[in-house]
């Protein structure tokens, strides 16, 4: 794999000011916008993707950390988008080992029927999987189960603890994997960019190229490309690109805020999940482990409105810890929360009168009459899938010549063989694991043995590579998604700042009042991450 680093931002605006046509411009920095730009480029296109703010900031840096089938779909019934979503599985489990791993979840059975129930369900669910399949679901009993989770309740509402079933997904770091797309994407040589913000789209029906408005959301300076094909992949935010272009359109998005909580790890102990298939009103709780920490989550929660940064409501965080209480022998309050973050899931409309966790996360293709594609929906785990159709759709409306996809055995940027422990996510220090092959680029810059947070294993080098190499340009960028300091410890990262802003500037030529600056949004940015 090619080791490529993105020019500097300057000599990347000047590239894109002077080409005068892509074949192909993606809107949106997400999972999708990525998985998109990857497809596009690795079939010889010309492609630009552009991020209004930074790669992954909304939605793609929030999810529960799962590369899965969806044991909930299965339940619905939905076994089209399970098996889709299993086969996707595993193929990113072979093309990006460094951030995705195996990870086994154990379904405890407090009543005699929850084991032969879960099982047979499980069973169906390892057969969807097929040849890519990670490894067989098997009965626990009561001595394994507490065996592999010492945290788990032996006692739930009066009924005794009967053992559990085992079943095994994938597990990954979503902004890292989103880092490793952005790479790619150079690798194959495109252009992404963070801070550049669509402001407005123009077709031009004779040739049925557009025209965009692009803002370098740092500067306020305003720029035009033109391209064959633009693709609005802007997750919950797809309907505001879609009015650019169609005034009067309806909306197609119905957001689903999903919250997830930060504990130490020693409320779980244990390498292994826990999965509750079925909360008091209906909904999934995982208690997973994730680089040497314990997160909560989700919920599903309709939202009106659709926020940039969204925070958690008190009756959110309560619900969990309630029902977290329920299944571990310790309790975790609210003093015991390190983060606490929130996303907005873009689920598709098809009944306006359905609540959000009945929704499908199935995603949509719309074909605009000028040409533009919107993609929404969906999740991480089949991004790639999603990523196809759209240019596969792209050609089959004429707007780009045809070129097979190399998605499905395309290894992504820093991939490389697991090394045993070296794919397992939950562990502590696997946040350095993520890097894969450029981590020996890393050991090589200054401050790799200066460890500026514990918690997240971030190094001065770290901050050093994701100026140099990664596009980070805020010390958010680099708390948040470059390293994942935020949501593993909130104070800690805020404690990390300063540091990191001095070590920022350095890199990226600022004086000490942009520091200031810095520390001073992310401090505010990040209080929001806290309980009070």
């Given at each position: 794999m090619s080791n490529i680093h993105?020019?500097?931002?300057?000599?990347?605006?000047?590239?894109?000011?002077?080409?005068?046509?892509?074949?192909?411009?993606?809107?949106?920095?997400?999972?999708?916008?990525?998985?998109?730009?990857?497809?596009?480029?690795?079939?010889g296109y010309r492609?630009?993707?552009?991020?209004?703010?930074?790669?992954?900031?909304?939605?793609?840096?929030?999810?529960?950390?799962?590369?899965?089938?969806?044991?909930?779909?299965?339940?619905?019934?939905?076994?089209?988008?399970?098996?889709?979503?299993?086969?996707e599985r595993g193929l990113l489990a072979r093309n990006a080992p460094h951030v995705v791993g195996k990870l086994g979840f154990v379904v405890p059975a407090?009543?005699?029927?929850?084991?032969?129930?879960?099982?047979?369900?499980?069973k169906l669910?390892?057969?969807?999987?097929?040849?890519?399949?990670?490894?067989?679901?098997?009965?626990?009993?009561?001595?394994?189960?507490?065996?592999?989770?010492?945290?788990?309740?032996?006692?739930?509402?009066?009924?005794?603890?009967?053992?559990?079933m085992l079943y095994y997904d994938g597990q990954f770091d979503d902004a890292r994997l989103a880092i490793s797309l952005m790479r790619t994407v150079f690798d194959l040589g495109g252009i992404a960019l963070n801070n550049a913000a669509v402001r407005a789209i123009h077709a031009d029906t004779a040739t049925r190229q557009h025209t965009l408005c692009i803002e370098d959301v740092e500067t306020g300076s305003q720029f035009?490309?033109?391209?064959?094909?633009?693709?609005?992949?802007t997750g919950v935010w797809v309907d505001s690109i879609r009015a650019m272009v169609e005034p009067a359109v309806q909306p197609i998005v119905a957001p689903s805020q999903g919250v997830h909580l930060?504990?130490?790890?020693?409320?779980?102990?244990?390498?292994?999940?826990?999965?509750?298939?079925?909360?008091?009103?209906?909904?999934?709780?995982?208690?997973?482990?994730?680089?040497?920490h314990t997160i909560i989550g989700t919920t599903d929660t309709p939202r009106a409105d659709m926020p940039f940064d969204p925070n958690a409501s008190e009756q959110d965080v309560d619900f969990i810890l309630r029902t977290a209480a329920r299944y571990l022998s310790t309790p975790p309050t609210r003093s015991d929360v390190l983060s606490v973050w929130a996303g907005l899931r873009p689920l598709v409309k098809r009944d306006t009168k359905a609540a959000t966790s009945s929704l499908s996360r199935e995603h949509t293709l719309e074909s605009h009459p000028d040409g533009m594609i919107t993609v929404t929906g969906g999740k991480w785990t089949t991004y790639r899938r999603m990523a196809e159709e759209v240019i596969d759709l792209a050609i089959s409306t004429g707007l780009l010549p045809a070129a097979?996809?190399?998605?499905?055995?395309?290894?992504?940027?820093?991939?490389?063989?697991?090394?045993?422990?070296?794919?397992?996510?939950?562990?502590?220090?696997?946040?350095?694991?993520?890097?894969?092959?450029?981590?020996?680029?890393?050991?090589?810059?200054?401050?790799?043995?200066?460890?500026?947070?514990?918690?997240?294993?971030?190094?001065?080098?770290?901050?050093?590579?994701?100026?140099?190499?990664?596009?980070?340009?805020?010390?958010?960028?680099?708390?948040a998604r470059r390293n994942r300091a935020l949501f593993l410890d909130a104070r800690a990262a805020c404690d990390a700042a300063p540091e990191v802003a001095?070590?920022?500037?350095?890199?990226?030529?600022h004086d000490t009042h942009w520091q200031a600056r810095e520390v001073a949004a992310f401090t505010t940015f990040a209080s929001g991450w806290q309980l009070r």
């Open positions: 993105p020019a500097p931002r300057a000599q990347l605006l000047r590239e894109i000011d002077q080409t005068p046509v892509w074949d192909v411009v993606v809107i949106g920095g997400g999972a999708t916008g990525l998985g998109t730009a990857v497809d596009a480029a690795a079939r492609t630009l993707l552009v991020e209004a703010r930074d790669f992954a900031k909304g939605t793609s840096s929030k999810a529960t950390k799962l590369v899965h089938g969806g044991v909930r779909y299965l339940a619905q019934g939905n076994i089209s988008l399970v098996r889709e979503a299993l086969r407090y009543r005699r029927r929850d084991k032969p129930f879960y099982g047979a369900g499980l669910y390892d057969w969807l999987a097929g040849s890519l399949n990670l490894s067989p679901s098997r009965e626990l009993g009561i001595a394994e189960t507490q065996a592999l989770l010492p945290t788990l309740t032996n006692t739930l509402q009066d009924r005794p603890l009967r053992g559990a035009n490309v033109r391209s064959r094909c633009v693709i609005n992949a930060t504990l130490p790890a020693r409320f779980l102990q244990s390498d292994h999940a826990i999965l509750v298939p079925r909360t008091d009103d209906g909904r999934v709780l995982f208690v997973v482990p994730w680089h040497g097979p996809c190399r998605t499905e055995t395309l290894a992504l940027h820093g991939a490389k063989p697991a090394d045993g422990a070296a794919n397992e996510i939950s562990r502590t220090g696997s946040a350095a694991r993520c890097y894969g092959s450029d981590a020996a680029s890393i050991a090589h810059l200054p401050g790799a043995d200066r460890v500026l947070i514990p918690a997240s294993g971030l190094t001065e080098a770290h901050v050093r590579y994701a100026a140099q190499a990664e596009l980070a340009r805020s010390v958010e960028d680099v708390l001095r070590i920022l500037a350095e890199e990226l030529n």
